[in-house]
């Protein structure tokens, strides 16, 4: 059973506009909730991330939106540019399990 | 400071062969994890460590095998693979951060793809 469903799989953005990936998870025991970027041949690397006492938080251009109510959470990508093309991870985590679940991932195309 | 490596970057094995695959961390991190990761199946976890001698499995441990005799190494043994087992391995280390020390953030390597024929 996933613990983390990410949509949508892919994206197509034109520069400038802005990109919204989607996360939803169920287990109510997550706690912490990190998105993070993977460029082709690398390793993914940490974005952004959130604790559930927040509802919003936001770094530069990206950021995270969570609904506890709803189990859902999305990263939002203002003013996209090529450079913001690769791969995201929404993940969930919590201090009782030492462990990360990531959802399926989005690949995220800014034209230019 | 090099973070998380991995070696090797490539390897190709034959059905049944074995191999390790080595994490090493600079970063004086406790936790430990090996993921691999699959088109459309985002990463999923192997198994991963908590500390220096511990080691425990993750959603998709079968066929695979881990030590962590040192704090800054991971080693991922595959006995006999097999070709269901073709793919990008990651390994990561972290600490906790942030308030309560409840904020896990994870380093990656470069990882490790690999293919069996």
């Known amino acids: 059973q996933q613990q983390v469903k990410q949509s949508p799989q892919s994206l197509i953005v034109q520069k400038g506009g802005i990109s919204i990936i989607n996360c939803a998870y169920e287990?109510?025991?997550?706690?912490?909730f990190p998105w993070y970027q993977q460029f082709p041949g690398k390793g993914p690397a940490l974005l952004i991330a959130i604790r559930p006492d927040v509802s919003e938080k936001k770094e530069g251009r990206f950021t995270i939106s969570f609904n506890k109510s709803a189990k859902q959470f999305s990263l939002h990508i203002m003013d996209s540019q090529p450079g913001d093309s690769a791969t995201y991870f929404c993940?969930?985590?919590?201090?009782?399990?030492?462990?990360?679940?990531f959802g399926s991932g989005t690949k995220l195309n800014v034209k230019p | 400071n090099a973070g998380v490596t991995q070696t090797p970057k490539f390897r190709v094995l034959k059905t049944g062969q074995s191999m390790t695959l080595l994490c090493a961390q600079d970063?004086?991190?406790?936790?430990m994890y090996w993921y691999r990761q699959d088109p459309g199946m985002g990463l999923r976890l192997i198994h991963y460590?908590?500390?220096?001698?511990?080691?425990a499995k993750g959603e998709v441990p079968d066929g695979y095998n881990v030590s962590r005799l040192k704090k800054q190494n991971f080693l991922l043994g595959l006995e006999s693979a097999a070709p269901s087992q073709t793919s990008v391995y990651f390994c990561?280390?972290?600490?906790?951060?942030?308030?309560?020390?409840?904020?896990?953030?994870?380093?990656f390597g470069p990882g490790t793809r690999l293919t069996v024929t």
């Open positions: 993940a969930a985590s919590s201090y009782n399990f030492n462990k990360f679940y």
């Open positions: 990561a280390s972290s600490y906790p951060t942030g308030p309560g020390g409840n904020n896990y953030e994870q380093y």
């Open positions: 287990n109510t025991a997550f706690d912490y």
């Open positions: 970063m004086n991190h406790e936790y």
């Open positions: 460590s908590v500390g220096e001698g511990t080691t």
